[in-house]
Structures are given as structure tokens and as C-alpha cells.
């Protein structure tokens, strides 16, 4: 597995230099950037990481809990440690930037895949979007892991079974009825009665009803 990951990010390299500074290169098709990561990422807020830069990085294929939901300290202070230990690089799917320009990527510390380590502690939901397939099969499976062993978030939270709920597969998110993502949805959903085959199928729970 690692060495099909590395064949796919090409190139790419990871050099600690002096106090913690670590210079990655990120190769996305044939463009390469570089940036200063390491000791340099700084955590913003629940879901994002800062480069120096300025550039915003959230994590493909996932969500990570938010403030008010299970975990979310745990998931953060996990998360600040692999990274400001580790240093890190980025891989790209085919949506490497969100509608706001924020970059969404598959984040490795030391050859690992963070993204696949906080579904595996279940410090995070599964959310594949249309553009986050790559990795669609690992990250359920980590995801399984978790919610089986009931690591982190799945230590408390059970599938409700008291629907109606509303499944967005495009945007891998379930929702109440009545939310308004659902009123403004540009696509159809699939009604379902119970969460769990949605969380089967890689979709988390939307930030704003709170299903
Ligand atoms: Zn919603």
C-alpha cells in the first residue's frame, strides 16, 4: 500500500533541516509547489491546518468532530501532536480546492496517512465526496475499525434509527428533513430511516442540523 501511495505522489519530498523545519513538496499532476511545513503548520480551528504561507489545508475524505460533538478535544490535541512532530506532506485527489480556494488533501506525517489514523482512533467521520474517492476502501475500512472497537467518537455516539433522514451522496452528508441544505439541495437525496448505512457508505453528519 505505502508504495503504491508514494508511486502516486511522484517525486515527493520530506527534508528536516535545523529546529524542526521541514520542507515538503507538493506534486499535484505535473505542477510541484513548495512550502515550509513541520514545526511551520499551524492549527487553526477544527478542521483545517494553516501552512506558513497563509494557505488554508482541510483533510479529504473526512470530517473531524466539531466543537459541541464527542471527541473533538481529543481529535485536535491527537492531531497537533502528529503534525508538529512529524512534519507533513500533501496528496491531492481529483478536488484538490474547496469553492472558497481552500486546498483539501490526503495529509502524511512520517509516511502515514493521517486522514486513514483519525478514522482508525475514530477521531473523525468518513465523509467522501464526489472528488475523495481515492482512497474509498481504506478509509472504510479504518472507519469499521473503529466504529466496531467503539474507539473515540463511536464510544458514545450509536446510529440513530428514528428517521426520516436525508442522504446527500454527491456531498456525503445526511441531514434532517427540514434542514436548509435540504430545502437548497441542488441534487436529489435518498430518504433513509436509520444513520448507520449512511455512515456504511462514507457520508457524516451535517454541521448544521445535527442529525
Ligand atoms: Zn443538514
Redesign the pocket.
Known sequence: MTGMRWGIIGGAVTVAIGAGIVFGVIQSGSKVERFHVGGEVRRLSGDHLKLKDGRIVEFAGLRLPYDDEPNSAESRETLTKWVAEEGVRLLFDDEKEDDKGRLQAYVYANDTSINERLLREGLAFAKLRRGHQKFRQEFLIAQNEARRERRGIWQTLEPATDGPFMLDEVGASF??PD?V??RDAQTAMIEIKGTSAAFDSGCAP?G??R?
Do not use: A, E, L, T
Open positions: 441531514h434532517r434542514c441544505k435540504v451535517c448544521k442540523c442529525p
